[in-house]
C-alpha cells in the first residue's frame, strides 16, 4: 500500500516563510507533486519533483530526498491569499493524495 | 491553456434517482482522466481512472456499479451516480493530465452533490 503523511495544520506570520512537510511510503514511485486548494475550488498544481534536490518556481519551492522518503513545500514571502489547503501527492501510474495540510496566515 | 470544465457545478437530487456529472477538457485531448470524492476539510479520495475507449478502472472499495464511468471521447468523461443515496452527498472533481503525465494534472471546478 501506500501512505503520505503531512502535518494537518500550519500557522504563520504575513511575510514570514513556512515549510511544509511530507512524508511517504509507496511502491511504484514516480515522483512528489504539491497542489494548493482553497476553500470550495479545485486543487491546482504547483510543483513537481522527479529527482532530488530543489526546484523553485517563484515563491515556492519543493524539495525531495528519494532515499529519505521525504519532501516539502516552502513558500516565501507569505501573502494572506496563501491561506488555503497544500497537498503532497505521490506520482505513480495515477496520483494518490496526502491529507492536506490547512495554511493559517495571520496579518 | 489546460482548462477542464464540469458540469453541473452543484446538483440536489431525491434518493433513489441517478446524477450524471460531465468532465469536459476544453484546451487538450485527455485519454485519461481521474474521478475523486472530497468530503469537508478532507482529501481528494481517487475513486477511478477514465481511459478513452476503454473500461474504467476503480480503486479498491468504489462500486463500479454504482459510480459508473464512460469516456466516450478524448474530450469528455462522465460520472453517474445511480440510485443515490444521502451518503453519497459529497464533493466530485474530476482532473485530466496533460500529455499523460499524471504528476500534472488539472482539475475542473468540482461538483457538489446532495441527495436528500
Known amino acids: 500500500g501506500q501512505s503520505l503523511e503531512q502535518p494537518s495544520e500550519v500557522t504563520a506570520v504575513e511575510g514570514a516563510i513556512v515549510q511544509i512537510n511530507c512524508t511517504y511510503q509507496?511502491?511504484?514511485?514516480?515522483?512528489l507533486s504539491w497542489y494548493q486548494q482553497h476553500d470550495g475550488g479545485a486543487p491546482t498544481f504547483l510543483s513537481y519533483n522527479a529527482l532530488d534536490g530543489l526546484e523553485e518556481t517563484g515563491r515556492f519551492s519543493s524539495f525531495l530526498s528519494r532515499s529519505d522518503s521525504y519532501g516539502y513545500l516552502l513558500l516565501q514571502e507569505l501573502q494572506m491569499k496563501d491561506s488555503a489547503s497544500y497537498f503532497c501527492?505521490?506520482?505513480?501510474?495515477?496520483?494518490?493524495f496526502g491529507k492536506g495540510t490547512r495554511l493559517h496566515i495571520l496579518p | 491553456g489546460a482548462v477542464v470544465s464540469q458540469h453541473p457545478s452543484w446538483v440536489i437530487c431525491k434518493s433513489g434517482t441517478s446524477v450524471k456529472i460531465e468532465c469536459r477538457s476544453l484546451?487538450?485531448?485527455?485519454?485519461?482522466m481521474f474521478w475523486y470524492r472530497q468530503f469537508p476539510k478532507q482529501s481528494l479520495m481517487l475513486m477511478a481512472t477514465?481511459?478513452?475507449?476503454?473500461?474504467?478502472?476503480?480503486e479498491q472499495g468504489v462500486e463500479k456499479d454504482k459510480f459508473l464511468i464512460n469516456h466516450a471521447s478524448l474530450t469528455l468523461s462522465t460520472l453517474t451516480v445511480t440510485s443515490a443515496h444521502p451518503e453519497d452527498s459529497s464533493f466530485y472533481i474530476c482532473?485530466?493530465?496533460?500529455?499523460?503525465?499524471?504528476?500534472?494534472?488539472?482539475f475542473g471546478p468540482g461538483t457538489r452533490l446532495t441527495v436528500t
Open positions: 509507496t511502491s511504484g514511485f514516480y515522483g
Open positions: 501527492a505521490v506520482n505513480r501510474d495515477k496520483i494518490i
Open positions: 484546451d487538450f485531448q485527455a485519454t485519461t
Open positions: 477514465s481511459n478513452e475507449g476503454s473500461k474504467a478502472t476503480y
Open positions: 482532473s485530466a493530465a496533460l500529455d499523460g503525465e499524471t504528476y500534472e494534472q488539472y
